[in-house]
T-cell receptor, first 111, second 114 residues
Framework: DVKVTQSSRYLVKRTGEKVFLECVQD?????MFWYRQDPGLGLRLIYF???????EKGDIPEGYSVSREKKERFSLILESASTNQTSMYLC??????????FGNGTRLTVT | DQQVKQNSPSLSVQEGRISILNCDYT??????FLWYKKYPAEGPTFLIS?????DKNEDGRFTVFLNKSAKHLSLHIVPSQPGDSAVYFC?????????????FGTGTRLQVTL
């Protein structure tokens, strides 16, 4: 069974801090994704990656960057956290044509 | 611009009855559609999918219907059970073979009452 692990369930950070959200998958999936979930807005794609060291912007990349140095790991970076980045962050992986498998999410609060 | 819309934020259904969740899309390039289910404090889990070459796909109690001309799909759950209470997200992709880079709707919270 596919396992997507997000390193933290809850994070509290201060405005202006650099924040790293880590995600690891154990099924050798090519594709990895970062979404954020907000009430009334559903899931919105931030960044995705089809291969190691490869990244593409999603629908809302502003204020974020990503890193994929190894196939199994995809990191989301908030360069300078702001209060409007308080959200639930969801990592997912897939091996087409199979559907996305999601981790359990990281609830980030920026104060 | 919301390309995938779920206009009902919530739905309450009695146990044993049918639950119908609706989803509309605007992008005519979408050709693969999925439903995900999400419990609190968990990630979304894949439920059922349908490609644009079909108009119906069934898996046990879950059936998805696709009306391409209306750009509308629906998820039917029969019979509804209390364990079905969750948030349901509709999602769409422009590439059938990839099932990746999904565009999600805003979700519908289903509550199945006893």
């Amino acid at each position: 069974d596919v396992k997507v692990t997000q390193s933290s369930r809850y994070l509290v950070k201060r405005t202006g801090e650099k924040v790293f959200l880590e995600c690891v998958q154990d099924m050798d999936h090519e594709n990895m994704f970062w979404y954020r979930q907000d009430p009334g807005l559903g899931l919105r794609l931030i960044y995705f990656s089809y291969d190691v060291k490869m990244k593409e912007k999603g629908d809302i990349p502003e204020g974020y960057s990503v890193s994929r140095e190894k196939k199994e790991r995809f990191s989301l970076i908030l360069e300078s956290a702001s209060t409007n980045q308080t959200s639930m962050y969801l990592c997912a992986s897939s091996l087409p044509p199979s559907p996305l498998h999601f981790g359990n999410g990281t609830r980030l609060t920026v104060t | 611009d919301q390309q995938v819309k779920q206009n009902s934020p919530s739905l309450s259904v009695q146990e044993g009855r049918i639950s119908i969740l609706n989803c509309d899309y605007t992008n005519s390039m979408f050709d693969y559609f999925l439903w995900y289910k999400k419990y609190p404090a968990e990630g979304p889990t894949f439920l059922i999918s349908i490609s644009s070459i079909k108009d119906k796909n069934e898996d046990g109690r879950f059936t998805v219907f696709l009306n391409k001309s209306a750009k509308h799909l629906s998820l039917h759950i029969v019979p509804s059970q209390p364990g079905d209470s969750a948030v349901y997200f509709c999602a769409a992709s422009a590439r059938v073979s990839a099932a990746s880079k999904l565009t999600f709707g805003t979700g519908t919270r289903l509550q199945v009452t006893l």
